[in-house]
């Protein structure tokens, strides 16, 4: 999907002339304020490295900001940038780094930037990217991998645990549903019809959401259901206390969305304690003991549609952004997703 190094491609090549360009919204609302505009080659300063972006991840929460959803709790300056998570090549490094070089490929984490060709960010927020994963599931492990991990935490999944995952096919569904996998649980998941397959292919079972789910899941739980992490939000939590699950073991969508936000901006206190958890998916990502999805790639160029994808909330797995990709054609399909075919062909 990315082209090898050649010198016209080549980050590292003199002879390359590419102006850095960045999203940015001037205004609140829906994918259509979103633009791409050409920004100053950014230069690295004490601890920090310039990384030519590959792939970005495109997030619910990233829309819910440009929307001016959360204003209050995430303050926004105008003209804004967005973009949480990416990987990519480091082109430059600042006085003090030790730990990248020039070349190194990385993925990592930074606060309202990563939607771009060029960003700096401190090498505290870089992880080394293991070489057998792909550039577009590395570029969109951070926010959804956090907010799966710490959701996993937090209802405190142990072997034979039978957990249900509201929207499982989704990005951060999907790696909760692997993680608590890993952790010996059995996974209940709920989707559309459409992701039944998906669902069991990864070795989820599948329910359909919607009025009767505690009824459905109580059918294929006959010993009951120990967590629940709710993703969607809505009913779910009425769902939860049908079931009998304790409060301490719900996660709602609201606490994934309060973890979302404190990583788009964290603390420095915070930082080291984000970076360690993107490493550990990172590994786990290239043993294949996370699989993510990539349902939707989009050119850097159609970060509005890579939104309204992601904004329509059918989408499986991750939709992701590709800085580089070798043509727009999304695998060879002309523009239509593999999501979308046996959908249209039923
Ligand atoms: N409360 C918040 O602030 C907050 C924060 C983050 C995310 N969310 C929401 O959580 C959802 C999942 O997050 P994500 O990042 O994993 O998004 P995602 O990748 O866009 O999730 C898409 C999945 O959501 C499923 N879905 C659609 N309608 C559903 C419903 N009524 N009940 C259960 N699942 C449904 C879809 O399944 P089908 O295609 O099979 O229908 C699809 O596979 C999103 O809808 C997002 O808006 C809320």
Known sequence: MFPRTSEHNDPMSPNRNRTPRTVQFASFGDAGVLDIVEMPPPVAGPGEVVVEVLAAGVNHVEAFLR???????????????????????????????????????????????SHATHIVVPQSHLVAKP?????????????AGLAASEAIRRVRVNRGDTVVISAAAGGVGSMEAHLAMNAGATVIGTCGERNFDYLRQIGVKPVVYGDGLADRIREIAPRGVDAYIDNFGEYNKAVADDLGVSASRFQSSENRRDIELRAMRPGP??????????????????????????????????????FDDLE???????????????????????????????????
């Not at 780094?97 to 190194?104: E, K, L, P």
């Not at 909330?313 to 523009?335: I, Q, T």
């Open 131 to 143: 070489p057998s994963l792909e550039w577009e599931v590395a570029g969109s492990l951070f926010l």
């Open 269 to 306: 206190e915070d930082v080291a304690a984000q970076t360690s958890t993107l490493a550990r998916l990172a590994g786990l990502a290239a043993e294949r003991k996370v699989r993510v999805l990539i349902s939707g790639f989009y050119p850097f160029d159609q970060v509005r549609e890579a």
């Open 312 to 346: 329509k909330k059918h989408s499986r797995g991750k939709v992701v952004l590709g800085m580089r990709p070798v043509d727009n054609s999304f695998h060879g399909l002309g523009g239509r997703k593999v999501r979308d075919i046996h959908e249209s062909s039923a």
């Open 67 to 113: 929307q001016g959803r959360f204003t209050d709790e995430l303050p926004v300056d105008l003209p804004a940038r967005q973009g949480t998570d990416f990987a990519g090549l480091v082109t430059s490094i600042g006085p003090g780094v030790t730990s990248f070089a020039r070349g190194s490929e990385v993925l990592g984490h930074t606060s309202m930037a």
